[in-house]
């Protein structure tokens, strides 16, 4: 069994889901300004929404981390995916401050998923003989 076509598309899966991760953090800065000057939000208001988000995404985390040892790890990988895009797109849908904080909430619950099962879910479906290996 070789590192192959399943294998790069995999990495093209999860480097998309750890993206969307990561870029959380960078997307609470990013809006913050056109957020505060559409709802009428000061900063000490503001910071409730990525308090929220990060507090559901730990949640999350802590409640998949057993939970996906026993149910298993593609499900939560593709349900976590499937949560970040919807809550992502429903995010800029958002018409008031609470719907915002609430979308914003639901990808943090995806991004939480995906942080439990994304390393694990490549590293599974690649060959021994690859593991820990840059080329």
Same mark, same amino acid.
Request: include cysteine.
């Given at each position: 069994v070789g590192y192959g076509r399943f294998q790069r598309r995999?990495?093209?899966?999860?480097?998309?889901?750890?993206? $969307?991760t990561c870029s959380e953090m960078l997307v609470a800065v990013f809006i913050e300004q056109p957020v505060m000057r559409s709802f009428g939000l000061s900063k000490t208001a503001y910071a409730v929404l990525p308090m929220s988000v990060s507090t559901a995404s730990l949640l999350t985390t802590f409640a998949l981390g057993r939970a996906t040892d026993a149910v298993g790890r593609k499900w939560p990988f593709v349900?976590?995916?499937?949560?970040? /895009?919807?809550?992502?797109? /429903?995010? /800029?849908? $958002?018409?008031?401050?609470?719907l915002l904080v609430l979308c914003r909430c639901g990808v943090g619950i995806g991004n939480g998923c995906l942080a439990v099962v994304d390393y694990v879910v490549f590293v599974e479906c690649t060959p021994a003989s690859r593991r820990g290996r840059s080329s």
């Amino acid at each position: 069994v070789g590192y192959g076509r399943f294998q790069r598309r995999l990495l093209l899966l999860c480097g998309v889901g750890y993206f $969307a991760t990561c870029s959380e953090m960078l997307v609470a800065v990013f809006i913050e300004q056109p957020v505060m000057r559409s709802f009428g939000l000061s900063k000490t208001a503001y910071a409730v929404l990525p308090m929220s988000v990060s507090t559901a995404s730990l949640l999350t985390t802590f409640a998949l981390g057993r939970a996906t040892d026993a149910v298993g790890r593609k499900w939560p990988f593709v349900l976590g995916m499937l949560v970040v /895009a919807f809550f992502g797109a /429903a995010s /800029a849908c $958002a018409t008031t401050w609470p719907l915002l904080v609430l979308c914003r909430c639901g990808v943090g619950i995806g991004n939480g998923c995906l942080a439990v099962v994304d390393y694990v879910v490549f590293v599974e479906c690649t060959p021994a003989s690859r593991r820990g290996r840059s080329s």
